[in-house]
T-cell receptor
Framework: AQSVTQLGSHVSVSEGALVLLRCNYS??????LFWYVQYPNQGLQLLLK??????LVKGINGFEAEFKKSETSFHLTKPSAHMSDAAEYFC???????????FGAGTRLFVKA | EPEVTQTPSHQVTQMGQEVILRCVPI?????FYWYRQILGQKVEFLVS????????KSEIFDDQFSVERPDGSNFTLKIRSTKLEDSAMYFC?????????????FGQGTRLTVV
């Protein structure tokens, strides 16, 4: 069965520091992987997605993620955190023939001044 | 930019009442979905809908729930007799295709509070 595990329900970084949010997937078929961001009281916005074209994926707001099949990981990074990055981040997976997006539990990012 | 719109943004209802949550998916999308997020928890899949029928549903989507595409633009989720535990944020989503790397576009959500 397909699933996604996000390590760390809360991550706190200082403004300007590296952001690293971890995601590992489990899939018996080639996965398609996504990162969504949810700002307080808002909906889900797509940050970036992996669809097998390139293993390093760049998204909006300076975020990027690298698909590593050997590690079954799709970690999200940003070189320098900004206060506006404070939000909940969800890793998610779909797969060919599937009708649903499967979400991880989410990681709440705090950015300290 | 096209977007998925949901109404209302907030709804308060009494336990046992029926509620209908409404969504207007992106116009050229063919697949429609409802997800639920209980406060502080993960986003959970409820149901997917294609070609006027349910293509997949989760264990959460029991007989109390139903979906409908009453016309060419709206997609609704009905909860027949609400329970306290139905209180959650409900997200509608749509996509051009299913799987194959096509992302789902999500609406802003309807916060349902059952009292």
């Amino acid at each position: 069965a397909q699933s996604v595990t996000q390590l760390g329900s809360h991550v706190s970084v200082s403004e300007g520091a590296l952001v690293l949010l971890r995601c590992n997937y489990s899939s018996s078929v080639p996965p398609y992987l996504f990162w969504y961001v949810q700002y307080p009281n808002q909906g889900l916005q797509l940050l970036l997605k992996y669809t097998s074209a390139a293993t390093l994926v760049k998204g909006i707001n300076g975020f990027e993620a690298e698909f590593k099949k050997s590690e079954t990981s799709f970690h999200l990074t940003k070189p320098s955190a900004h206060m506006s990055d404070a939000a909940e981040y969800f890793c998610a997976v779909t797969y060919t023939g599937g009708f649903k997006t499967i979400f991880g539990a989410g990681t709440r990012l705090f950015v300290k001044a | 930019e096209p977007e998925v719109t949901q109404t209302p943004s907030h709804q308060v209802t009494q336990m046992g009442q029926e509620v209908i949550l409404r969504c207007v998916p992106i116009s050229n999308h063919l697949y429609f979905y409802w997800y639920r997020q209980i406060l502080g928890q993960k986003v959970e899949f409820l149901v997917s809908f294609y070609n006027n029928e349910i293509s997949e549903k989760s264990e959460i989507f029991d007989d109390q729930f139903s979906v409908e595409r009453p016309d060419g633009s709206n997609f609704t989720l009905k909860i027949r007799s609400t329970k306290l535990e139905d209180s959650a944020m409900y997200f509608c989503a749509s996509s051009e295709w299913a799987g194959s790397g096509t992302e789902a576009f999500f609406g802003q959500g309807t916060r349902l509070t059952v009292v």
